[in-house]
């Protein structure tokens, strides 16, 4: 079919795209700049390539129309983030007989009273992106139910792989967190290092749409995570092994930690583990097909990119 992918050329659409060429699809590739994809593929050369700029035409309520325009059977949308938008795409496209496949997030669930959650459990969202993400959802599910477009919601977890910094043993983005690691030095992990993080992939998500298209379920949403989330603590000593090493960690209330850490580091940290996900994707595995590979598989890929990007200072450390 044609398919229309928003946000062609980040992380998700660069895996995204060629999967769509190679299993026979046309694919029209949307981008708001001209950055070329994570990673070049042949299949790039068969992709038609067009430049849009969403909050201009979001705001000249011009974009659905443009959308629809394509007559496409399927619309995937990688870069939706408030619900006006998602409103006006979906109201654009309702009865054109289009598929809209939207991103979503694994923070539309707040704090989880049992784990692992899955996607009918009770949520209470907080932070702007994830209650902006919820009311997404709850939208386009609704309308779709309701005799609208159809769609399907894919909520994505802590996004990794070749290209990408990936969140850290500590919660945050803090880089040298895995040098330290590689070299050897003692690392502090608030509280008990037990809160979780829940990564996945690029290509696992892309994998998901891909399915999703094959197996169009409307009106329903899946999580689309690795098959178990990790404890800060289980992941820094995954990584020390990485490196031949044994974990040196320490460990101190959240409060006393951030003291010692950069504020944006710090802010960051909080609200991983104030949400702490861990997601079931039982739904996805057995209505789509879906099967993604470890989160420690996919960051051992994320780390080994930013070694040879000499991204992190490991002390001549080499992954083992």
């Excluded at 790039?44 to 430049?51: A, C, I, L, S, T």
């Excluded at 006006?84 to 979503?104: F, P, V």
């Excluded at 739904?283 to 989160?295: F, H, M, N, Q």
Aim: hydrophobic share 40%; aromatic share 8%.
């Amino acid at each position: 079919m044609r398919v229309v992918v928003i946000g062609a050329t980040g992380h998700i659409g660069s895996y995204l795209v060629p999967r769509l060429v190679r299993a026979g699809h046309e694919v029209i590739a949307l981008a708001r700049g001209q950055r070329e994809p994570y990673h070049p593929d042949p299949a790039w050369q068969q992709v038609k390539r067009e430049r849009v700029d969403r909050d201009a035409e979001d705001a000249a309520g011009t974009f659905g129309t443009r959308i629809a325009g394509y007559q496409a059977g399927a619309v995937v949308d990688l870069v939706c983030f408030t619900e006006d938008s998602a409103r006006q795409l979906a109201e654009a496209l309702r009865g054109n007989g289009s598929l809209l496949l939207h991103c979503g997030t694994i923070w539309v669930h707040g704090p989880l009273a049992a784990v692992p959650a899955t996607e009918d459990v009770h949520r209470e969202p907080f932070g702007e992106y994830g209650i902006a993400k919820a009311a997404i959802e709850a939208y386009l599910l609704d309308q779709a139910l309701d005799g609208g477009t159809p769609a399907t919601v894919l909520h994505a977890g802590h996004i990794v792989g070749p290209g990408w910094p990936p969140c850290n043993p500590a919660g945050n983005f803090d880089l040298d967190v895995f040098g330290a690691i590689a070299r050897g030095e003692e690392i502090a992990l608030p509280n008990f290092g037990l809160e979780t993080l829940h990564h996945v992939h690029a290509d696992d998500v892309a994998q998901a749409f891909e399915l999703a298209l094959s197996r169009p379920v409307s009106g329903e949403s899946f999580h689309v995570v690795s098959p178990q989330a990790l404890t800060l603590r289980g992941y820094a000593a995954a990584v020390a092994g990485w490196f031949g090493r044994e974990p040196r960690l320490r460990f101190a209330s959240f409060e006393r930690w951030a003291q010692d850490v950069d504020p944006t580091h710090a802010n960051t940290t909080w609200e991983h583990i104030a949400h702490s996900p861990c997601m079931s994707i039982e739904k996805a595995r057995t209505t789509l097909g879906y099967a993604p590979r470890s989160s420690l598989r996919a960051l051992r890929e994320s780390v080994s990119w930013l070694v040879e990007q000499g991204r992190v200072d490991t002390g001549g450390r080499a992954l083992v």
